[in-house]
């Protein structure tokens, strides 16, 4: 049996003009995360918000009290440098900081934006230094990633390198617009298949209409942007999606 359905809506498909009220509203309207896209225009070409946005909001979403609760900040981090910026994220209100395994293995180990380092960082050691600045830790893969680069990682018998959650692309990060790659479930199922108590999120081209697959394939937590926040009626796509992730906790297909 997999863990509950996590529904967390994009804030990057918000209103910008009004998006405190936008994530609260989202909130109170079933969501259980709040998934925040932050690109640096260097790991992907586009770019998008820093801490200071995410402070903001913060103010708007209580902070939950327990890992996963109700109003978690899951920071999708798609930055080229990813140590340098996990204690201003912690600052701002970052709950879980979900980094990118691509970029893990080819930044360096400064700790703060300002640093310089010469030394490489690496998967566990970024996994290690978010869990000591008090969040939890998730680790990306783009679509071009093999799914096996995660074993390792997983079986890691120091708990302290060990992920929170394992986040698989169905779209290239970075890119607006993108169909959902159902190219990319097989990663989910193996996951599923080793770690079934592990919190897998699955991110791009998620809607009512492609929902059950990723939902078959293993996948708990949701991220949807555009098909919550675009909704007439946010609150029912939310239930839906979670109700397609619930029916599926048995294992079985509907």
Request: proline share 6%; charged share 25%.
């Amino acid at each position: 049996m997999s863990p509950p359905a996590i529904i967390a809506p994009s804030i990057l498909s918000a209103d910008f003009a009004a998006l405190g009220a936008a994530c609260s509203d989202t909130i109170r309207n079933g969501a259980n995360w709040l998934h925040i896209d932050i690109m640096d225009g260097h790991f992907v070409p586009n770019m998008t918000f820093g801490a200071p946005v995410v402070t903001k909001v913060r103010s708007h979403v209580e902070r939950p009290t327990t890992a996963n609760g109700k109003g978690t900040f899951d920071c999708h981090m798609m930055i080229a440098e990813c140590k340098k910026w996990v204690k201003e994220f912690q600052k701002a209100g970052c709950d879980l900081y979900c980094f990118h395994y691509e970029a893990a293995v080819t930044s360096t180990a400064a700790e703060n934006p300002a640093d310089h380092s010469d030394r490489k960082t690496s998967p566990k050691e970024m996994i290690r230094y978010i869990h000591e600045q008090k969040m939890q830790a998730g680790i990306a893969l783009k679509p071009e990633t093999p799914v096996d680069v995660l074993w390792e990682i997983l079986e890691n018998t120091d708990e302290l390198e060990v992920p929170d959650m394992v986040l698989i692309m169905t779209v290239h990060p970075g890119f607006g617009g993108q169909k959902f790659m159902a190219s990319e479930l097989p990663k989910v199922k193996a996951v599923r298949e080793r770690y079934p108590d592990l919190n897998i999120e699955v991110d791009g081209g998620i809607s009512e209409s492609t929902i059950d697959q990723a939902a078959d394939a293993g996948a708990n937590v949701i991220v949807a942007g555009s098909a919550v926040f675009g909704a007439k009626d946010p609150a029912d796509v939310i239930s839906k999606l979670r109700q397609s992730v619930d029916k599926r906790k048995g294992g079985g297909k509907i």
